[in-house]
């Protein structure tokens, strides 16, 4: 490797992703996915992808797809941008919106792909801390910045930033972009893309990879007024990748046709997630409020690493972060019934 490269790749801090285990036995509670899989609309639009759409190259505006998510939205297909998962458009978002002098703010607990892609992309931020409790005080993004990144709810702690204290965030900070990371919205937020017609500033990004169950398809959308989407675009358009293929088009607009099975798999996981924070207060632990597909947790009486380690043993996979203030904390997925059910009797075994 020449120099240039072995030094460059020497600064950069590598994201390490959850681990996607082979084995099928084990109960897999740490990567946020939706165990409910899509709805059956979606696996029969895949199976009728034709030979002829196969052979050519996709739409390269998706425009059916924008027109979907653009209707959904009450916002029109200008308003859309769309991308190989949330994490291609915020990495585009990185490139195309946030790179300024005046650095960019995002939560000390929030996204680790975050301070990732600051360091690749050479945008200068700066970690804002969280309350004590964990909340988002907005009024801590006081700093002269050009940009701030929120997840809402934030992850990995679940915990929801209410609207108001947006719109306070969008007044104070006209000049900034100010950008929503609504991957988990569904589970029991309220999307800020209403805003969006009032708010040149701000960008909305969602994911059909947790409530619409397809992380496996990456697909994902930034929702703004034009001229930012024009950034994006812009952006996209310089690296030659087109928004996604025929498939993932298809899967996704079968998946947004079916409003029923999107609010019943939901209404399900936030039923198990109520459950879940009551058994696991009743075992001891102390659980922040998530609106959610996950639960961040930690117990006073044990150690999180411990916890984690022995739950691995007997085949449950939560994520465990070994991060200053968070290194005593699970974060847990939101499974099944019946996987939350295992989750409690081995927690019952282990403390
Ligand atoms: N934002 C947040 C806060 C996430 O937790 C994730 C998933 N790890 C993403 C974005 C990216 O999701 P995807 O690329 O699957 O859309």
Redesign the pocket.
């Known amino acids: 490797m020449s120099r240039f490269w072995s030094d460059l790749a020497s600064q950069l801090t590598p994201y390490v992703p959850g681990e996607q285990p082979k084995a099928e036995r084990l109960v897999k509670l740490n ?2 996915e939706n165990p409910y899989g899509p709805s059956p609309a979606v696996l029969e639009a895949i199976a009728g992808t034709s030979a002829s759409e196969l052979k050519r190259y996709p739409d390269p505006d998706s425009s059916a797809l924008k027109a979907a998510f653009a209707e959904r939205e009450g916002l029109t297909p200008e308003q859309v941008f769309l991308g190989n ?4 458009v ?1 990495a585009h978002t990185f490139q195309a919106l946030l790179k300024h002098d005046k650095p960019l703010l995002f939560p000390d607990i929030s ?1 680790s ?1 975050y301070p990732v892609w600051s360091e690749l992309y050479q945008v200068n931020y700066q970690p804002v801390p969280l309350r004590d409790d964990f909340t988002i005080d907005v009024d801590a993004y006081s700093a002269p910045n050009s940009g701030i990144l929120i ?1 809402n709810p934030n ?1 990995p702690t679940g915990v929801l930033l209410p609207r108001e204290d947006i719109v306070r965030l969008l007044g104070a900070h006209p000049e900034s972009v100010v950008v929503i ?1 609504e ?2 919205i569904d589970f029991g937020g309220e999307s800020a893309t209403a805003l969006i017609a009032e708010h040149n500033n701000l960008l909305v990004i969602q ?1 059909v ?1 947790k409530s619409r169950s397809l ?1 496996g398809m ?1 697909v ?1 959308a930034a929702f703004g007024q034009a001229p930012l989407i024009e950034g994006l675009v812009r952006v996209k358009d310089s690296f030659n990748s087109y928004p996604m293929d025929v498939v993932a088009q298809r899967a996704t607009l079968a998946s947004l046709a079916d409003e029923a099975w999107f609010r019943q798999c939901c209404d399900k996981v936030v039923a198990t997630r109520e459950r879940t924070d009551k058994v696991l207060r009743d075992l001891g632990f102390a659980v922040l409020p998530s609106a959610a597909n996950f639960i961040f947790a930690r117990h006073p009486g044990h150690d999180a690493a411990q916890i984690f380690a022995a739950l691995r043993e007997r085949g449950i996979v939560v994520r465990y972060f070994s991060k200053p203030r968070i290194d005593q904390f699970l974060r847990i997925s939101i499974g099944t019934d019946e996987e939350m059910d295992e989750l409690f009797a081995a927690l019952a075994e282990i403390l």
């Open positions: 990567t946020n998962g949330s994490d291609e915020l996204y792909f997840p992850a990371d991957a988990y994911t990879s992380a990456r994902g």
